[in-house]
């Protein structure tokens, strides 16, 4: 087993000690998050165990065959098409042959009947009980193609949802920049009206601080004086 050679060397000494690992080790394990250990081993759910509270746990034989699902989904392979060692030698392994059964021996003073013993044994021995293996098999094939497809098209869900609210949250700050750019404009407007003001006011102090000429004295006021 040569996946997470780095994490197994760095805790040899506590691996000696410890034949079960949690989701998490498994994950820091491979490399991988432990949310995906979960979706694994969720699929496989017949090969791999849980404890008294419902977690996970796995043996390093168990690392090994999630390993085997990493590389074989990095082939770009899905779940429903992986087999795992045990299934593979479960669909592997031949039917159970009952044995013959053993002739009864026939009285000599019946030999017709011998004949007709003889010639329905063969016929009982050829016939088998059914073997369940191959229907479990497609049974179980069938569900992982289900729950496969169920599981894309929750992801195509979520993907669709996360894109409409992408659009909703652009659409929302397209509308909020259009209400800034009119502010920006009422508040230049504002400024320009501001600034002429200022200059009229500036004006009008200019005017009203300059000297104002003497009056001039009219002549009939002049006459008088004299």
Do not use: C
Not at 1 to 10: K, T
Not at 81 to 86: K, M, P
């Amino acid at each position: 087993m040569d996946f997470g050679s780095e994490y197994f060397l760095q805790n040899d000494s506590s691996r000696r000690l410890k034949t079960m690992y949690t989701t998490r080790e498994a994950a820091q394990a491979l490399n991988v998050s432990p949310t995906t250990i979960k979706r694994w081993a969720s699929h496989f759910q017949s090969r791999f165990s849980k404890d008294d509270q419902g977690h996970y746990v796995f043996t390093d034989h168990d690392l090994e065959a999630l390993n085997f699902i990493k590389e074989q989904l990095e082939k770009r392979q899905i779940l429903s098409q992986i087999v795992l060692e045990e299934d593979q030698s479960l669909a592997a392994t031949p039917s159970a042959v009952s044995p013959s059964p053993a002739l009864s021996p026939v009285p000599p003073s019946a030999p017709a009947a011998s004949t007709a013993v003889q010639a329905s044994e063969p016929q009982s021995a050829a016939i088998h009980p059914p073997n369940p293996a191959p229907q479990l098999n497609d049974a179980l094939r069938e569900l992982t193609r289900r729950l496969t497809r169920v599981e894309y098209s929750l992801s195509q869900k979520a993907e669709d949802v996360v894109t409409l609210q992408i659009l909703e949250h652009r659409n929302e700050i397209d509308e909020l920049s259009k209400q800034v750019k009119i502010l920006s404009q009422s508040l230049e407007g504002m400024q320009r009206s501001l600034t002429s003001l200022l200059h009229q006011a500036e004006v009008a102090a200019s005017i009203a601080s300059m000297p104002k000429p003497p009056k001039r004295k009219s002549m009939l006021a002049s006459l008088f004086q004299l």
